[in-house]
Structures are given as structure tokens and as C-alpha cells.
């Protein structure tokens, strides 16, 4: 198993950024592909942003797409996710997710195995 901690969400106010950062623990971090995924009350977790083992490949929901920037440093055990160009629609709470699927990447939340505890962003208008 991988072990996931998410940190950096927070307020900010529109047009703002936030960097959210995933420590992975546990099994080789490199085995694994990440995303991440959001959920607001009532609704269903929506996909935001996946990133395959090496980091070579990314894939990003139209939402968020030219404003957010998935990476990885694998020496490092952790992922992030830039967020710019903040608005009140992305306020939720963000999880940090791995799998271990055959596929270089995972662009579904149900593809994912293991989940970290979620860390809060808000955007204030």
C-alpha cells in the first residue's frame, strides 16, 4: 500500500493561486500513477488532474485546463498542483489519489486504489 498526505489548500480570494503538495509513503512512489480529484458536498468526486509514473504524461479536466499544472518528483515521494487563475467554482476539498493499474494513466476517480485524507481550497469572489 502507498500511504498519501495532502497539504497547502486554504482561502484565497479569485485570481488567486494555491500550491497543493501529496507525500507518499509506503511502497515505491514511482510504481504508482497520481491524480487528483475534487469533491464538493452533494456531488459526485469530479477528476482534475493525473499525471502517469514518469511524469511524461499528463491529462487535465476541461475545467481547469491552462490554468492547473500537475507534476511529480519522484526522488522526492510527493505531487503537486499548481492552481492559478483561481475562481469560486474550484472551492472544494482536493484528494491526492495513486494507482497501480496497468495504464499509464488514470483519468477517472473511480481508477483510483489508494486516496489521501483531502485538504480544503477555498475561493473567495
Known amino acids: 500500500q502507498v500511504q498519501l498526505v495532502e497539504s497547502g489548500g486554504g482561502l484565497v480570494q479569485a485570481g488567486g493561486s494555491l500550491r497543493l503538495s501529496c507525500a507518499a509513503s509506503g511502497r515505491t512512489f514511482s510504481n504508482y500513477a497520481m491524480g487528483w480529484i475534487r469533491q464538493t458536498p452533494g456531488k459526485e468526486r469530479e477528476f482534475v488532474a493525473a499525471i502517469s509514473r514518469g511524469g511524461g504524461m499528463t491529462y487535465y479536466a476541461d475545467s481547469v485546463k491552462g490554468r492547473f499544472t500537475i507534476s511529480r518528483d519522484n526522488a522526492k515521494n510527493t505531487v503537486y498542483l499548481q492552481m492559478n487563475s483561481l475562481k469560486p467554482e474550484d472551492t472544494a476539498v482536493y484528494y491526492c489519489?495513486?494507482?497501480?493499474?496497468?495504464?499509464?494513466?488514470?483519468?477517472?476517480?473511480?481508477?483510483?486504489?489508494?486516496w489521501g485524507q483531502g485538504t480544503q481550497v477555498t475561493v473567495s469572489s
Open positions: 489519489a495513486a494507482t497501480s493499474a496497468a495504464a499509464a494513466i488514470a483519468i477517472s476517480a473511480f481508477r483510483y486504489d489508494y
